[in-house]
Each structure stands twice: as structure tokens, then as C-alpha cells.
């Protein structure tokens, strides 16, 4: 049967790879296993709708919409001026801006799409007029929204929790410490990066100037920095479930944006829930194929068997985390976050176990790999949006983007894998 499981698998990949619509692209897998395997693709379809009726689903929408209303209402806008009151004078400041923006962003919504929509049209520029070059601008700003699938909430971590039976807080924490050294880590390599770019900087302000410009601006940015501490604070307090802050977030963020921003009229309020419910729709409609094809793969008990064929071949640890490293990010460059994670979390945790590693370090590593799924082609959602609102040729954005991959990223991934206190110190701080 695991034969057949990765014809499944190859045609999923093949149609994905050709560009064929999404519902086909899973309609075929499904054929294949429908038509070879032993299971009915009735009572298959009758078990994907009835999990979608489950209420932790639902901070996905939310946490979705919050994100566009956010990108509309001005937030993003004074986030940045607040930070850039701190870095501005700097050399390499306005990079360091980019990702420590992205990062809160992506404490805020919950999606990897948000930073780049919300900051890149307001920051590309900037950072063009301050001397970076444009694709480099962009590579930076598109890479640093993949911080928003780490920082919690996490949109892909709701659905790793609900697809492993893994708490999802747990799962929130375990990409906390990843993300913020990824964050970090594309702050140092943008300051190394910057000595070789003719800079524009802001005049060196004294104490008091400082002073005063970060109280102005943090009075101004404070109603957008109430939001994460609302959010997190709730989760981690265990005063709001996930799906409770979710729908906080956006009715925190329609007042916000209407009445103190003033970024938000009734026109872009509508665009925004018309973004979010096309969205929505093509995330559930992927959530609800790939899980019945996960199912069926459960069913026919393809994970043992890909354990037993694995472990024939080494049960060295080293080894099979390098492999598993390396599936992951092959899977990540050709279907996105949340499909690999249905697809190949079960099918993969049995033998996560069977080598020591628990399901929420597991999180960890497959959220920091799926992420990078976002920026690397051919799938790079996240770096093709990022090229159409930063106006340039992906041709010419894929250089940087790559550089940041590998001496700002790849590093995390192998820490992630073989450093458990990384993903592990904070849920076992809160006793997970």
C-alpha cells in the first residue's frame, strides 16, 4: 500500500509543480487512492465536512481577517514609526525595521501574507529612497513576513495542533524561540548587508530629541502595540482560547482602524472582508482535501509503514533529521504551509516519536520548514506577492531572497532540529 500512497504523492506534487487549480491537483491523489486502495470516498468525504464543523477552525478565519484589516487601517503605518524612531540614525536601521515590523505583524495576525501586504507598500519605497536597492528591499520585507507563520498565533500551528491532537498553545510557544531568531538573524545578516549599499541616514538625535520623538510616536503607536499584548496576553493567561483572541483581534482592530488610525472606510473595510473570504475559502477548501487524503493514508496505515521502511534502511537520529529536514523543505517549495503540515504530519509523527522527538518540537520543525516553503520557488507565494507590490521582477528578487535563506534562515532550521531547548524551553515553562 505505500506504493500506492506515493503514486498519491507524486501526482499530487507533479500537478502542483504544472500549475493545475488546487481542487484538481487533490481530486487526482484522491482518484488514485480511491480507485487502487480499499477505502470509499463517500464515507471519506462525509468524515473531511463533519471536521471542519470543529470550533478551533474557526481562529483561522478570524485570525485572516483580522490580518487584511490591519493591512488596511493604518496599524502597520505607526508600528513602523515607532520602531524607525529607534534605528533610523543607524546604518542598516531601516532593515532592522523590516523584520522586528514583521515580526509584531505576525504576532497580530497570524499569516505569513499580512507583513508583506501591510508593510512592503509603505517600506519598499522608503527603503528605495534611502539607498537600498529595490530587490534587496524586497527579498528582506518578503522574507521577514514568513516570521508571521512563527511568531503566535500562527495560523499553520492551529492546524498542526488540531491535525496531531497536540495542544495548540504548546505548538504556539515551541515556534516563539525560532521565530525571533530568525528574526534576529535577518537583522545581523541587513546590517553585515547594508556596509556595501550608499545609505541615506536620519541625523544622529541627542538624548532628549530621542526622548521626545519615541514618546510622541509611541503615544501615537500605542492603541497598534496594545493589540499583540491583548492577543498573546490572553492566550498565554488562559483567559481566551486561540479562537476567542482571534475574534478579539478583529473586533479590536475595526474600532482602531476607523476612529484612531483612520485608515479603515466603509470601501476598504468591504475590500478587506471580500480578501479574507476569498481566502478563507481556498484555505478551507485545502484543509478539507489534503485531511481526507491524510485520512485515507492513516486508514491503509501507511505511517507504520513508512516507519518500518525507514528504520530498515538506518535508525541513526542524525541522519534521519537531516532526511527529514530535507523532505520537509522539498514539500515546502512545492505546496503550501497548511497542506504540508496535513499531509505530512501524520504521516510523519510515529516516526518523530519512534527517534525521540516529541510532537511539539515537531511543530517547531515543521513550522520552520513549511515557512520557508513561502519564499522558496517554484511555490513562493509569499516572495511572488512581495514582487508584485514591490513592483520588480522575481528574476531579480530570487538572488537576496536566497541569501537571506541560507545565512539567515537555514541555520535556525538545523538548531530547530538538533537543539531541542530552542522550541521546548517555553512550553515547558508553562508546563506543556
Same mark, same amino acid.
Given at each position: 500500500?505505500?506504493?500506492?500512497?506515493?503514486?498519491?504523492?507524486?501526482?499530487?506534487?507533479?500537478?502542483?509543480?504544472?500549475?493545475?487549480?488546487?481542487?484538481?491537483?487533490?481530486?487526482?491523489?484522491?482518484?488514485?487512492?480511491?480507485?487502487?486502495?480499499?477505502?470509499?470516498?463517500?464515507?471519506?468525504?462525509?468524515?473531511?465536512?463533519?471536521?471542519?464543523?470543529?470550533?478551533?477552525?474557526?481562529?483561522?478565519?478570524?485570525?485572516?481577517?483580522?490580518?487584511?484589516?490591519?493591512?488596511?487601517?493604518?496599524?502597520?503605518?505607526?508600528?513602523?514609526?515607532?520602531?524607525?524612531?529607534?534605528?533610523?540614525?543607524?546604518?542598516?536601521?531601516?532593515?532592522?525595521?523590516?523584520?522586528?515590523?514583521?515580526?509584531?505583524?505576525?504576532?497580530?495576525?497570524?499569516?505569513?501574507?499580512?507583513?508583506?501586504?501591510?508593510?512592503?507598500?509603505?517600506?519598499?519605497?522608503?527603503?528605495?529612497?534611502?539607498?537600498? +536597492?529595490? @530587490?534587496? &528591499?524586497?527579498?528582506?520585507?518578503?522574507? %521577514?513576513?514568513?516570521? #508571521?507563520? !512563527? /511568531?503566535?498565533?500562527?495560523?499553520?500551528?492551529?492546524?498542526?495542533?488540531?491535525?496531531?491532537?497536540?495542544?495548540?498553545?504548546?505548538?504556539?510557544?515551541?515556534?516563539?524561540?525560532?521565530?525571533?531568531?530568525?528574526?534576529?538573524?535577518?537583522?545581523?545578516?541587513?546590517?553585515?548587508?547594508?556596509?556595501?549599499?550608499?545609505?541615506?541616514?536620519?541625523?544622529?538625535?541627542?538624548?532628549?530629541?530621542?526622548?521626545?520623538?519615541?514618546?510622541?510616536?509611541?503615544?501615537?503607536?500605542?492603541?497598534?502595540?496594545?493589540?499583540?499584548?491583548?492577543?498573546?496576553?490572553?492566550?498565554?493567561?488562559?483567559?481566551?482560547? +486561540?479562537? @476567542?483572541? &482571534?475574534?478579539?483581534?478583529?473586533?479590536? %482592530?475595526?474600532?482602531? #482602524?476607523? !476612529? /484612531?488610525?483612520?485608515?479603515?472606510?466603509?470601501?476598504?473595510?468591504?475590500?478587506?472582508?471580500?480578501?479574507?473570504?476569498?481566502?478563507?475559502?481556498?484555505?478551507?477548501?485545502?484543509?478539507?482535501?489534503?485531511?481526507?487524503?491524510?485520512?485515507?493514508?492513516?486508514?491503509?496505515?501507511?505511517?507504520?509503514?513508512?516507519?518500518?521502511?525507514?528504520?530498515?534502511?538506518?535508525?541513526?537520529?542524525?541522519?534521519?533529521?537531516?532526511?527529514?529536514?530535507?523532505?520537509?523543505?522539498?514539500?515546502?517549495?512545492?505546496?503550501?504551509?497548511?497542506?504540508?503540515?496535513?499531509?505530512?504530519?501524520?504521516?510523519?509523527?510515529?516516526?518523530?516519536?519512534?527517534?525521540?522527538?516529541?510532537?511539539?518540537?515537531?511543530?517547531?520543525?515543521?513550522?520552520?520548514?513549511?515557512?520557508?516553503?513561502?519564499?522558496?520557488?517554484?511555490?513562493?507565494?509569499?516572495?511572488?506577492?512581495?514582487?508584485?507590490?514591490?513592483?520588480?521582477?522575481?528574476?531579480?528578487?530570487?538572488?537576496?531572497?536566497?541569501?537571506?535563506?541560507?545565512?539567515?534562515?537555514?541555520?535556525?532550521?538545523?538548531?530547530?532540529?538538533?537543539?531541542?531547548?530552542?522550541?521546548?524551553?517555553?512550553?515547558?515553562?508553562?508546563?506543556?
Amino acid at each position: 500500500m505505500i506504493e500506492i500512497a506515493l503514486l498519491a504523492i507524486a501526482i499530487l506534487v507533479i500537478t502542483l509543480t504544472l500549475g493545475v487549480p488546487l481542487p484538481y491537483c487533490f481530486g487526482a491523489a484522491l482518484m488514485i487512492m480511491y480507485f487502487i486502495g480499499d477505502v470509499t470516498m463517500k464515507g471519506m468525504m462525509l468524515w473531511g465536512v463533519q471536521q471542519l464543523g470543529n470550533p478551533i477552525l474557526l481562529a483561522i478565519p478570524l485570525f485572516v481577517l483580522a490580518g487584511t484589516i490591519m493591512a488596511e487601517s493604518g496599524i502597520a503605518a505607526s508600528l513602523l514609526r515607532f520602531v524607525n524612531a529607534f534605528v533610523g540614525h543607524i546604518r542598516g536601521g531601516l532593515g532592522v525595521v523590516a523584520a522586528v515590523s514583521c515580526a509584531v505583524i505576525g504576532a497580530i495576525s497570524g499569516s505569513g501574507l499580512t507583513g508583506i501586504a501591510a508593510i512592503g507598500p509603505i517600506l519598499i519605497p522608503e527603503m528605495e529612497k534611502r539607498g537600498y +536597492p529595490r @530587490e534587496y &528591499a524586497t527579498a528582506l520585507i518578503a522574507n %521577514s513576513s514568513i516570521l #508571521g507563520l !512563527l /511568531i503566535p498565533p500562527s495560523v499553520t500551528m492551529i492546524v498542526y495542533g488540531w491535525v496531531t491532537d497536540t495542544s495548540i498553545l504548546a505548538c504556539f510557544l515551541a515556534t516563539l524561540g525560532p521565530g525571533l531568531l530568525i528574526m534576529f538573524s535577518f537583522s545581523v545578516v541587513n546590517l553585515w548587508m547594508s556596509r556595501k549599499f550608499n545609505l541615506v541616514l536620519d541625523d544622529k538625535p541627542t538624548f532628549s530629541e530621542l526622548t521626545t520623538e519615541v514618546t510622541k510616536r509611541g503615544i501615537h503607536a500605542f492603541p497598534a502595540l496594545l493589540m499583540p499584548i491583548i492577543i498573546l496576553g490572553g492566550i498565554y493567561g488562559g483567559i481566551m482560547t +486561540p479562537t @476567542e483572541a &482571534a475574534a478579539v483581534a478583529v473586533i479590536y %482592530s475595526v474600532p482602531v #482602524g476607523f !476612529l /484612531i488610525y483612520k485608515g479603515l472606510r466603509l470601501s476598504n473595510f468591504l475590500d478587506a472582508g471580500k480578501e479574507a473570504a476569498t481566502a478563507v475559502g481556498a484555505i478551507m477548501f485545502m484543509i478539507l482535501f489534503s485531511m481526507i487524503l491524510s485520512q485515507m493514508f492513516v486508514y491503509e496505515s501507511v505511517p507504520q509503514q513508512i516507519v518500518s521502511s525507514i528504520f530498515a534502511i538506518t535508525e541513526n537520529k542524525i541522519v534521519l533529521l537531516i532526511f527529514i529536514n530535507i523532505l520537509l523543505f522539498l514539500v515546502g517549495m512545492v505546496v503550501n504551509d497548511i497542506t504540508a503540515i496535513i499531509l505530512i504530519a501524520p504521516l510523519l509523527l510515529p516516526l518523530m516519536t519512534a527517534i525521540g522527538i516529541t510532537p511539539v518540537q515537531f511543530a517547531a520543525i515543521m513550522g520552520v520548514n513549511t515557512a520557508m516553503g513561502g519564499v522558496t520557488p517554484p511555490y513562493a507565494s509569499i516572495l511572488y506577492l512581495g514582487a508584485r507590490i514591490g513592483k520588480v521582477k522575481v528574476t531579480k528578487v530570487i538572488p537576496p531572497a536566497m541569501f537571506l535563506i541560507v545565512t539567515g534562515y537555514l541555520p535556525v532550521v538545523f538548531l530547530t532540529s538538533f537543539w531541542p531547548d530552542l522550541s521546548l524551553f517555553l512550553p515547558r515553562l508553562f508546563g506543556y
